[in-house]
Protein backbone atom coordinates (compact mmCIF):
# COMPACT_ATOMS: atom_id res chain seq x y z
CA UNK A 1 0.00 0.00 0.00
CA UNK A 2 3.37 1.99 0.88
CA UNK A 3 4.48 1.51 -2.80
CA UNK A 4 0.70 2.16 -4.07
CA UNK A 5 0.64 5.42 -2.45
CA UNK A 6 3.94 6.55 -3.11
CA UNK A 7 3.51 6.56 -6.53
CA UNK A 8 0.22 8.29 -6.60
CA UNK A 9 1.94 11.05 -5.47
CA UNK A 10 4.83 10.97 -7.53
CA UNK A 11 3.48 10.29 -10.93
CA UNK A 12 1.59 13.70 -10.96
CA UNK A 13 4.49 15.31 -9.80
CA UNK A 14 6.55 14.22 -12.27
CA UNK A 15 4.22 14.99 -15.04
CA UNK A 16 3.17 18.53 -13.76
CA UNK A 17 7.28 19.05 -14.01
CA UNK A 18 7.86 17.88 -17.28
CA UNK A 19 5.07 19.27 -19.35
CA UNK A 20 3.90 22.43 -17.61
CA UNK A 21 6.92 23.54 -15.16
CA UNK A 22 9.00 26.32 -15.74
CA UNK A 23 12.88 25.80 -16.76
CA UNK A 24 13.98 26.80 -13.37
CA UNK A 25 11.64 24.71 -11.96
CA UNK A 26 12.51 21.64 -14.23
CA UNK A 27 16.41 22.38 -14.23
CA UNK A 28 16.32 22.86 -9.80
CA UNK A 29 14.18 19.51 -10.23
CA UNK A 30 17.09 17.47 -12.39
CA UNK A 31 19.74 18.95 -10.05
CA UNK A 32 17.49 17.75 -6.62
CA UNK A 33 17.10 14.29 -8.31
CA UNK A 34 20.86 14.09 -9.54
CA UNK A 35 22.10 15.14 -6.03
CA UNK A 36 19.85 12.48 -4.07
CA UNK A 37 20.55 9.85 -6.29
CA UNK A 38 24.39 10.87 -6.22
CA UNK A 39 24.51 11.15 -1.96
CA UNK A 40 22.93 7.65 -1.87
CA UNK A 41 25.44 5.98 -4.40
CA UNK A 42 28.10 7.37 -2.30
CA UNK A 43 26.55 5.45 0.69
CA UNK A 44 26.20 2.22 -0.94
CA UNK A 45 30.37 3.18 -2.00
CA UNK A 46 31.05 3.95 1.50
CA UNK A 47 29.12 0.20 2.74
CA UNK A 48 32.61 -1.50 0.73
CA UNK A 49 34.81 0.67 2.81
CA UNK A 50 35.80 3.30 -0.30
CA UNK A 51 35.06 7.04 0.82
CA UNK A 52 35.78 9.91 -1.47
CA UNK A 53 34.89 13.69 -0.77
CA UNK A 54 31.33 14.10 -2.02
CA UNK A 55 31.31 17.99 -1.74
CA UNK A 56 33.80 17.67 -4.28
CA UNK A 57 31.55 14.77 -6.45
CA UNK A 58 28.75 17.07 -6.32
CA UNK A 59 30.50 19.88 -7.46
CA UNK A 60 31.70 18.38 -10.09
CA UNK A 61 28.72 16.72 -11.44
CA UNK A 62 26.21 20.08 -10.82
CA UNK A 63 29.10 21.56 -13.16
CA UNK A 64 28.67 19.16 -16.06
CA UNK A 65 25.02 18.75 -15.44
CA UNK A 66 24.35 22.95 -16.03
CA UNK A 67 27.13 23.16 -18.17
CA UNK A 68 25.49 24.40 -21.46
CA UNK A 69 26.62 22.55 -24.10
CA UNK A 70 28.23 19.53 -21.95
CA UNK A 71 31.63 19.53 -22.73
CA UNK A 72 33.77 16.37 -23.10
CA UNK A 73 37.31 18.08 -21.68
CA UNK A 74 35.03 18.74 -18.58
CA UNK A 75 35.20 14.65 -18.42
CA UNK A 76 38.95 14.77 -18.72
CA UNK A 77 39.79 17.34 -15.99
CA UNK A 78 37.11 16.24 -13.63
CA UNK A 79 38.83 12.53 -14.15
CA UNK A 80 42.15 14.39 -13.15
CA UNK A 81 40.86 16.29 -10.00
CA UNK A 82 39.12 12.96 -9.12
CA UNK A 83 42.53 10.96 -9.14
CA UNK A 84 44.20 13.94 -7.29
CA UNK A 85 41.35 14.20 -4.61
CA UNK A 86 42.73 10.42 -3.95
CA UNK A 87 46.12 11.30 -3.36
CA UNK A 88 44.47 12.33 0.16
CA UNK A 89 43.45 8.90 0.70
CA UNK A 90 44.95 7.45 4.20
CA UNK A 91 46.76 4.44 2.25
CA UNK A 92 47.59 4.41 -1.18
CA UNK A 93 45.93 1.60 -1.98
CA UNK A 94 42.68 3.35 -1.74
CA UNK A 95 43.94 5.70 -4.45
CA UNK A 96 42.18 3.89 -7.43
CA UNK A 97 39.21 2.74 -5.67
CA UNK A 98 38.39 6.22 -4.37
CA UNK A 99 39.32 7.77 -8.06
CA UNK A 100 37.36 5.49 -9.58
CA UNK A 101 34.04 5.40 -7.73
CA UNK A 102 33.66 9.09 -8.05
CA UNK A 103 33.99 9.09 -11.56
CA UNK A 104 31.60 6.41 -12.09
CA UNK A 105 29.27 8.47 -9.86
CA UNK A 106 29.66 11.32 -11.72
CA UNK A 107 28.92 9.64 -15.13
CA UNK A 108 26.29 7.06 -13.61
CA UNK A 109 24.34 10.04 -11.89
CA UNK A 110 25.19 13.18 -13.30
CA UNK A 111 25.64 12.35 -17.00
CA UNK A 112 22.69 10.50 -17.22
CA UNK A 113 20.37 13.06 -15.62
CA UNK A 114 22.44 15.55 -17.82
CA UNK A 115 20.24 13.67 -20.94
CA UNK A 116 16.87 14.49 -19.38
CA UNK A 117 17.51 18.41 -20.23
CA UNK A 118 17.93 18.09 -24.34
CA UNK A 119 15.14 15.50 -24.36
CA UNK A 120 12.62 17.65 -22.76
CA UNK A 121 14.22 20.64 -25.09
CA UNK A 122 13.43 18.14 -28.03
CA UNK A 123 9.96 17.67 -26.73
CA UNK A 124 8.50 16.80 -23.25
CA UNK A 125 7.09 13.52 -24.42
CA UNK A 126 10.60 11.96 -25.59
CA UNK A 127 11.77 12.53 -21.71
CA UNK A 128 8.02 11.23 -20.83
CA UNK A 129 8.67 8.51 -22.47
CA UNK A 130 12.00 7.54 -21.29
CA UNK A 131 10.83 7.65 -17.72
CA UNK A 132 7.23 6.20 -18.03
CA UNK A 133 8.48 3.07 -19.72
CA UNK A 134 9.98 2.11 -16.44
CA UNK A 135 7.00 2.70 -14.49
CA UNK A 136 4.94 0.22 -17.10
CA UNK A 137 7.84 -2.40 -17.23
CA UNK A 138 8.56 -2.36 -13.44
CA UNK A 139 4.61 -3.41 -12.65
CA UNK A 140 4.39 -5.46 -15.45
CA UNK A 141 7.67 -7.18 -14.49
CA UNK A 142 6.42 -7.70 -10.86
CA UNK A 143 3.10 -9.27 -11.95
CA UNK A 144 4.35 -11.55 -14.77
CA UNK A 145 6.92 -12.55 -12.25
CA UNK A 146 4.63 -13.27 -9.40
CA UNK A 147 2.06 -15.08 -11.85
CA UNK A 148 4.48 -17.02 -14.60
CA UNK A 149 8.25 -16.68 -12.80
CA UNK A 150 9.91 -20.13 -12.56
CA UNK A 151 13.59 -19.47 -14.33
CA UNK A 152 16.20 -17.13 -12.43
CA UNK A 153 17.26 -13.87 -14.25
CA UNK A 154 20.13 -13.06 -12.56
CA UNK A 155 20.45 -15.16 -9.43
CA UNK A 156 23.58 -14.00 -8.20
CA UNK A 157 22.91 -10.37 -8.46
CA UNK A 158 18.72 -10.14 -7.99
CA UNK A 159 17.62 -13.80 -6.70
CA UNK A 160 13.85 -12.57 -6.98
CA UNK A 161 13.94 -11.57 -10.78
CA UNK A 162 12.96 -14.16 -13.57
CA UNK A 163 13.19 -14.54 -16.87
CA UNK A 164 9.08 -14.70 -17.56
CA UNK A 165 9.17 -11.16 -15.87
CA UNK A 166 11.32 -9.80 -18.10
CA UNK A 167 9.96 -11.07 -21.08
CA UNK A 168 6.31 -9.36 -19.83
CA UNK A 169 7.65 -6.39 -19.09
CA UNK A 170 9.38 -5.89 -22.43
CA UNK A 171 6.42 -6.98 -24.11
CA UNK A 172 4.29 -4.38 -21.63
CA UNK A 173 6.97 -1.61 -22.36
CA UNK A 174 6.57 -2.16 -26.60
CA UNK A 175 2.83 -2.12 -26.76
CA UNK A 176 2.37 0.94 -24.28
CA UNK A 177 5.61 2.68 -25.71
CA UNK A 178 4.59 2.27 -29.18
CA UNK A 179 1.04 3.43 -28.25
CA UNK A 180 2.30 6.17 -26.73
CA UNK A 181 4.76 7.62 -29.77
CA UNK A 182 2.63 6.67 -32.18
CA UNK A 183 -0.57 8.79 -30.15
CA UNK A 184 1.59 11.34 -29.37
CA UNK A 185 2.47 14.78 -31.47
CA UNK A 186 5.66 12.69 -31.97
CA UNK A 187 3.69 10.73 -34.68
CA UNK A 188 6.14 8.05 -34.73
CA UNK A 189 5.65 5.04 -36.61
CA UNK A 190 4.67 2.08 -34.94
CA UNK A 191 7.62 -0.04 -36.19
CA UNK A 192 10.01 2.63 -34.97
CA UNK A 193 7.98 3.21 -31.87
CA UNK A 194 8.07 -0.44 -31.10
CA UNK A 195 11.79 -0.26 -31.11
CA UNK A 196 12.72 2.44 -28.86
CA UNK A 197 10.37 0.88 -26.55
CA UNK A 198 12.50 -2.60 -26.85
CA UNK A 199 15.77 -0.40 -26.89
CA UNK A 200 14.71 1.26 -24.11
CA UNK A 201 13.11 -1.24 -21.49
CA UNK A 202 16.37 -3.37 -21.87
CA UNK A 203 18.25 -0.52 -20.63
CA UNK A 204 16.04 -0.02 -17.65
CA UNK A 205 15.91 -3.58 -16.50
CA UNK A 206 19.84 -3.80 -17.08
CA UNK A 207 19.75 -0.40 -14.95
CA UNK A 208 18.43 -2.58 -12.53
CA UNK A 209 20.50 -4.85 -12.38
CA UNK A 210 23.59 -2.47 -12.30
CA UNK A 211 22.32 -0.43 -9.36
CA UNK A 212 21.29 -4.55 -7.29
CA UNK A 213 24.79 -5.65 -8.54
CA UNK A 214 26.01 -2.54 -5.93
CA UNK A 215 24.14 -2.98 -3.31
CA UNK A 216 24.62 -6.88 -2.60
CA UNK A 217 28.60 -6.16 -3.60
CA UNK A 218 28.26 -3.60 -0.33
CA UNK A 219 25.82 -6.08 1.84
CA UNK A 220 23.22 -3.81 1.95
CA UNK A 221 19.26 -4.13 0.67
CA UNK A 222 18.03 -0.80 -0.40
CA UNK A 223 20.02 2.35 -1.40
CA UNK A 224 18.00 4.96 1.16
CA UNK A 225 14.39 5.26 2.75
CA UNK A 226 13.21 8.50 1.73
CA UNK A 227 10.30 6.37 -0.51
CA UNK A 228 8.03 4.75 1.53
CA UNK A 229 7.80 1.00 -0.12
CA UNK A 230 10.12 2.59 -2.65
CA UNK A 231 13.42 2.62 -0.72
CA UNK A 232 15.91 5.39 -1.97
CA UNK A 233 15.80 7.55 -4.64
CA UNK A 234 18.47 5.60 -6.22
CA UNK A 235 16.53 2.31 -6.04
CA UNK A 236 13.36 4.11 -7.47
CA UNK A 237 15.64 5.85 -10.38
CA UNK A 238 18.21 3.05 -11.01
CA UNK A 239 16.52 2.20 -14.47
CA UNK A 240 15.83 5.75 -15.48
CA UNK A 241 19.73 6.19 -15.34
CA UNK A 242 20.03 4.10 -17.96
CA UNK A 243 17.00 4.72 -20.12
CA UNK A 244 17.97 8.43 -20.15
CA UNK A 245 21.29 8.15 -22.11
CA UNK A 246 19.89 5.60 -24.14
CA UNK A 247 17.12 7.56 -25.26
CA UNK A 248 19.01 10.43 -25.89
CA UNK A 249 21.88 8.39 -28.20
CA UNK A 250 19.05 7.12 -30.22
CA UNK A 251 16.44 10.70 -30.91
CA UNK A 252 19.15 13.22 -30.18
Not at 202 to 227: F, M, P, T, Y
Amino acid sequence: MRRVLTALVLIPSVLFVIFSGPPLLFTFVVCLMAFLCFEEYSSVVAAQGVRYPKWAGHAMGLAFLLASPADWRLLVVFTLLAMLLALRADSLTQSLPEASALVLGLMYIYGAWRCAIPLRELSPWWLLFAVALNWVGDTAALVCGRAFGKHKLAPVVSPKKTWEGALGSLAACIVVGAALLAWAPLQIPLWRGAMLSAATCIAGQLGDLAESALKRGAGVKDSGHSLPGHGGWLDRLDSTLFTLPVVAMLVL
